[in-house]
């Protein structure tokens, strides 16, 4: 069973079996845990043989976990790992993986609220100028890195092209093109073998890394993905894959290149390179890097695209779950930022000249212009591009139920321990041959060569009328005349061009532009073989072991598809002018167009962001209703069979993503039907060492609850926090929080000399009122007492506190503790030490430790019978790592963490429901009919 990090498990070792406060049914409130003997006698104990009231942790486990994703036994688990529809089909459990969460949420402890005292007008005002300089630099290194992606990438397939060009004119008078293929395939192979080894090494940095960023914004702390070695890996494994010929785009990993700049730049220090560490205490926490990673992902999309507000919409719609007015507009500078630096970069890279509105490079895709010759599109070509966008959802429902069905047998089978990276290897290399034996040998044997002069004749001598050269005259200059009749040089003899080479042989980038603009430059069996091919290799591709973007790949097929329908319309207009007249009376560049959009809203389900980007890189604002219209029908229709093939596979890998809203049917569930009530480990506010370090190196959870014992028959107005006049002289150090009575200090008194008689007291900061009295209990168990939250402390400010030595010897009281100030808690961020990695010795885990300055004494909470909904919402809208779930009375009823609200979660909670509902009613039917049997007659 998988572990979910983020849960806790409640148990008091010391007294066994921990009854709970009751419901008015008489219900416990969380599930009674009994320990074996065997594990009782291995708890800590005091020096004097008693029971030590201080260790107040959960039971010792054999597992010990260094990582906060291993799995530890005896541990609630909700994590995802394979939706119930593939486990029912497919019979077999995919492998999962456990996800710790990200904390958005704001740790109001005493530290954090003494540096915020120290604040003043010009602090925020620095701040604030910082938070726009770093999305300035963010931009500007997104846009560098994607201009050395651009330029790296056209100088690798100068330099293959170049020798493949060199010896297909030395063989092709002998015959022996084989020489050729063998040029092409080693070159491929080579740069295949190269991404893939880097993928090898770094296995998060293959895909497009859309799901992972969408994810990381979510809340979910994926393992390494804003990594140094993930940039690197992605940024020059992407340079491989696209120069080696796979039918993958760059643009989908500039995505994750710009967030992983975003999480790394305003941290001002490096692990990759341990030396560069500057003392910057601010923007330190999830929460602002969560900020910074939307920025960057934008960037990546503006950058690649040329569309600064595509980007921000990109970032609003697709990838992040937090948004605010402020953010947008640090993010729209973001993205400016970065097209202007790569703009600026690739206009000298092209020999342009740099001047004031004048650069000619916005992006690294270039739509090009579309011509006004012919209307773009009226109004009654909107029922045509709605049929296009119908069946564009289907197409991209058919790419990502193929595309997730090829996934699910990776992770089954080509995933396995040991073998995993030789096997990924070993499929990168076996497409990589595949598609260049496709491409070599499609435009060999079932390429059309054209003659410019409206003569055109196949390769296999067969001739096509009627072929007219329309558009830029710079299409000419991109045309291949491989295996054209009359071939001796590829700069030379330029009469014939082979229309597959010329869509094989060029960039996609280029394939895509000539497809938007050359009326008439492919016949109908040439847009359906590349159709075809594009269509199964690059669903094949998308998943394996390299860099692997997918928004170029959907749009070339999409344009392939779209240029076959407007060709498809040309031959009817041939056919009967007159009635298929209003067909053709537009330019076959915006079926291209409609085309594209129409596959890649059907892949990755995308309307508004989409929009916008395309008509940004088109530069034509008239393509917005269509566009749109077209991205809608094509969701709708894609939905009614499958998600986005981002969504797919963010459930594939089993990462607990929460959306926007809950799921429906939902509003049935309370907090009390999903939150985890089963072993919840806590901590006292005063707790021996001993018994921290025990927990943190037994167990794999990244929280603790902080509780203290409530007075048992006594009301809880009478329960009241001292005021600070009244407080023992043990507390005068500074601290917001209070002196809670409650009877563990007369306990303490018959047990403990008087100057620790108040040491196993609690804080809490405000008072309770009411007059409602806690349940009596008559359990075996005579220190037995419900528990009271007083707030959570995480695993990373316990490891702090252990390696600054924040304790304290027993003889010398509380106030001997040291103090630590919030700039040294976050010193670590992001990655906090281990427990395992402390060096505590045996006389300092004899100390104790006072934990409530340290804790967040003021976590949200809910009651247990919130709705599911409101519930649901809470947690998702600010970003909580833990929900605690308490009675009326303060009382501790169990916890919610993300895993518990996933979507298989709820549901499986809802059928338990449903199925525990329909026992309770049928029981007193079946009363009802026994009753009546036994009255009848004999």
């Known amino acids: 069973m998988s572990q979910n990090t983020d849960a806790q498990e409640l148990i008091d070792p010391t007294q066994g079996p921990l009854p709970m406060a009751t419901n008015r049914e008489g219900l416990p409130l969380l599930n009674k845990i009994s320990l074996s003997n065997s594990t009782r006698s291995t708890l800590p104990r005091s020096s004097d043989g008693e029971d030590d009231l201080f260790d107040k942790t959960g039971p010792a486990t054999s597992n010990p976990m260094d990582r906060p994703y291993s799995p530890a036994p005896n541990s609630h688990s909700s994590s995802i790992t394979e939706s119930a529809q593939y486990q029912q089909i497919r019979g077999t459990k995919l492998p999962s993986k456990d996800y710790d969460s990200l904390d958005y949420d704001v740790c109001y402890n005493v530290p954090y609220k003494n540096m915020i005292r120290k604040f003043t007008g010009r602090t925020y005002i620095h701040m604030e100028l910082m938070r726009w300089t770093l999305v300035g630099i963010i931009g500007l290194c997104t846009g560098i890195v994607a201009a050395f992606i651009d330029i790296c990438v056209k100088e690798l397939f100068q330099a293959k092209f170049s020798v493949f060009e060199t010896v297909f004119s030395a063989t092709i008078k002998d015959g022996t093109v084989v020489y050729t293929f063998l040029v092409l ?6 740069f295949a073998l190269i991404a893939g080894i880097l993928i090898a090494l770094e296995p998060v940095a293959a895909g497009s890394g859309i799901p992972e960023i969408k994810c ?20 020059v494994g992407v340079l491989f894959s696209v120069a080696g010929g796979f039918f993958v785009g760059k643009e989908g990993p500039m995505i994750h290149s710009g967030a992983i700049i975003g999480a790394g730049i305003p941290q001002f220090r490096s692990l990759f390179y341990k030396k560069f560490k500057l003392p910057y205490p601010f923007f330190r926490s999830d929460r602002d890097k969560r900020d910074f990673v939307s920025s960057g992902a934008a960037a990546g999309v503006a950058a690649a695209f040329g569309a600064p507000i595509g980007g921000v919409l990109f970032s609003l719609e697709e990838g992040s779950s937090f948004w605010n007015q402020s953010l947008t507009w640090k993010t729209l500078f973001c993205c400016f930022s970065a097209t202007f630096i790569l703009n600026i970069i690739l206009t000298v890279y092209t020999g342009g000249e740099v001047g004031f509105l004048n650069l000619g490079a916005p992006g690294l895709v270039d739509f090009g212009v579309f011509s006004k010759d012919k209307h773009l599109w009226n109004a009654y070509h909107l029922i045509i591009f709605i049929a296009m966008g119908a069946v564009g959802g289907l197409l991209g429902a058919l790419f990502n139920e193929l595309n997730i069905n090829l996934t699910i047998y990776r992770m089954k089978y080509l995933n396995k321990r040991g073998q995993s990276k030789l096997w990924k290897i070993m499929e990168v290399m076996l497409i ?20 410019e002069t409206n003569q055109s004749t196949s390769s296999s001598t067969t001739s096509i009328d009627n072929i007219i050269l329309q558009g830029d005259q710079s299409f000419v200059n991109e045309t291949r005349n491989f295996f054209c009749p009359g071939y001796s040089n590829f700069k030379e003899n330029r009469a014939y ?6 869509l094989m042989f060029n960039s996609q980038e280029m394939a895509i532009k000539q497809l938007f603009h050359q009326s008439g430059a492919f016949t109908l069996p040439t847009l359906g073989i590349f159709f075809m091919l594009l269509f199964f290799v690059a669903c094949w591709t998308y998943g394996a072991g390299i860099p692997s973007g997918l928004f170029i790949p959907c749009l070339v097929i999409g344009a392939a598809y779209g240029r076959f329908v407007a060709t498809v319309f040309g031959y009817l207009h041939n056919a009967a002018p007159s009635v298929f007249y209003v067909l053709t009376n537009i330019s076959s560049g915006t079926y291209a167009l409609i085309g594209a959009a129409a596959f890649l809203g059907g892949v990755v389900r995308m309307t508004i962001s989409l929009t916008v980007i395309l008509i940004e890189s088109t530069n034509e604002i008239s393509f917005g209703l269509p566009i749109m219209l077209t991205l809608l029908v094509a969701k709708w229709v894609g939905d009614l069979f499958n998600e986005g093939i981002y969504d797919k596979h963010i459930e594939l890998k089993g990462t607990p993503l929460l959306g926007w809203e809950s799921p429906q049917r939902m509003e049935r569930l309370s907090a009390e039907d999903v939150m985890n009530s089963n072993r919840l480990y806590y901590l006292f506010p005063i707790t021996r060492v001993r018994s921290i370090v025990h927990m943190l190196r037994t167990t794999a959870h990244s929280g603790f609850l902080v509780v203290s014992h409530a007075k048992v028959g006594k009301p809880l107005q009478q329960q009241r926090i001292l005021p600070r006049e009244h407080r023992p002289q043990l507390y005068t150090r500074p601290s917001v929080l209070g002196y809670y009575d ?14 620790f008689s108040s040491a196993e007291s609690t804080r809490v900061d405000s008072d309770f009122s009411g007059t409602f009295t806690l349940p009596q209990y008559n359990d075996p168990i005579a220190e037995a007492k419900p528990l009271l939250l007083r707030g959570i402390i995480t695993r990373s400010q316990l490891v702090v506190l252990l390696k600054n030595k924040i304790f304290y010897n027993e003889s010398d009281g509380p106030k001997s503790q040291p103090e630590i100030d919030h700039t040294t808690m976050i010193k670590e961020y992001p990655r906090y030490p281990s427990i395992f990695n402390v060096d505590v010795s045996e006389t300092e885990q004899q100390m104790l430790m006072d934990i409530s300055l340290y804790m967040n004494p003021c976590p949200y909470t809910i009651s247990r019978e919130t709705p599911l909904p409101q519930v649901f919402n809470l947690f998702r809208t600010m970003g909580l790592r833990h929900l605690p779930v308490v009675e009326e009375s303060g009382l501790l009823a169990g916890i919610i963490t993300r895993h518990d609200l996933t979507h298989e979660s709820l549901h499986a909670k809802r059928h338990e429901k449903k199925h525990r509902e329909k026992a309770t009613n049928e029981q007193p039917q079946r009363q009802l009919h026994i009753n009546e049997y036994q009255s009848l007659p004999a």
């Open 185 to 190: 395939v080693g070159f491929n192979l080579i």
């Open 216 to 235: 990381y914004l979510n809340g979910v702390k994926v393992p390494h993905v804003t990594r140094v070695g993930t940039l690197i890996a992605k940024a």
């Open 432 to 451: 990589g041959l595949v598609t260049t034996a496709g491409v070599f040998t499609c435009s060999m044997l079932l390429g059309t060569c054209l003659h």
């Open 497 to 502: 061009y082979n229309d597959m080479a010329t």
């Open 742 to 755: 409650t009877d563990i200090d007369t306990d303490l008194d018959s047990r403990r000399s008087p100057v």
